[in-house]
T-cell receptor, first 118, second 114 residues
Framework: EAGVAQSPRYKIIEKRQSVAFWCNPI?????LYWYQQILGQGPKLLIQ????????DSQLPKDRFSAERLKGVDSTLKIQPAKLEDSAVYLC????????????????FGPGTRLTVL | AQKITQTQPGMFVQEKEAVTLDCTYD???????LFWYKQPSSGEMIFLIY????DEQNATEGRYSLNFQKARKSANLVISASQLGDSAMYFC???????????WGAGTKLIIKP
């Protein structure tokens, strides 16, 4: 079974530029998450999709960040314009919906995109 | 409010020794799950082990076991016979039955010494 795919793996941009990240979840996984992970910290949830609908985007800085999940499969996260504090690893994860017998769902992660804003 | 606390920012352990990574949690839900993930320097999050709140037995997966003490709200990860490849960040996370999000701790950086 193929894992979660992300691209690019690394990106260096200057502040005020825009950038986009792509994620392809595990086949059949209805739930997709985007996280931001600052160096030395735990992941912070930016947005959660269930199929192609948004479940939670309360921590997404909507003035500069946007995300979409067309057709309930691939997803794109965009930052426009980028700030220095956006330097982080952006992780995409997916999980199956309603896994019986287990409270909370295991999330499967992609390799992440390391963003550096200069 | 739900919260995960990992009190050890970093640990050094001699190769082949056992190591315990601490995790305490706070939740008002009766049904929840506890997860441990490993994050090597490459950056990918790797799932290690899961413990459900109603599971009577402590979870085990190979060299990993979870010391679950429900009354104390702790879910410590035990790694037996540590190896150099165990050097990584380790995160404890909690998921509740009511949603499908994970609450994450700040992590513990584990370094295995040869």
């Amino acid at each position: 079974e193929a894992g979660v795919a992300q691209s690019p793996r690394y990106k260096i941009i200057e502040k005020r530029q825009s950038v986009a990240f792509w994620c392809n979840p595990i086949s059949g996984h209805a739930t997709l998450y985007w996280y931001q992970q600052i160096l030395g910290q735990g992941p912070k949830l930016l947005i959660q999709f269930q199929n192609n609908g948004v479940v939670d985007d309360s921590q997404l800085p909507k003035d500069r960040f946007s995300a979409e999940r067309l057709k309930g499969v691939d997803s794109t996260l965009k930052i426009q314009p980028a700030k220095l504090e956006d330097s982080a690893v952006y992780l995409c994860a997916s999980s199956s919906w309603g896994r019986s017998g287990r409270a909370g769902n295991e999330q499967f992660f992609g390799p992440g995109t390391r963003l550096t804003v200069l | 409010a739900q919260k995960i606390t990992q009190t050890q920012p970093g640990m050094f352990v001699q190769e082949k020794e056992a190591v315990t990574l601490d995790c305490t949690y706070d939740t008002s839900d009766q049904s929840y799950g506890l997860f441990w993930y490993k994050q090597p320097s490459s950056g990918e999050m790797i799932f290690l082990i899961y413990q459900g709140s109603y599971d009577e037995q402590n979870a085990t997966e190979g060299r990993y076991s979870l010391n679950f003490q429900k009354a104390r709200k702790s879910a410590n990860l035990v790694i037996s016979a540590s190896q150099l490849g165990d050097s990584a960040m380790y995160f404890c996370a909690m998921g509740e039955e009511s949603n499908y999000q994970l609450i994450w701790g700040a992590g513990t950086k584990l370094i295995i010494k040869p």
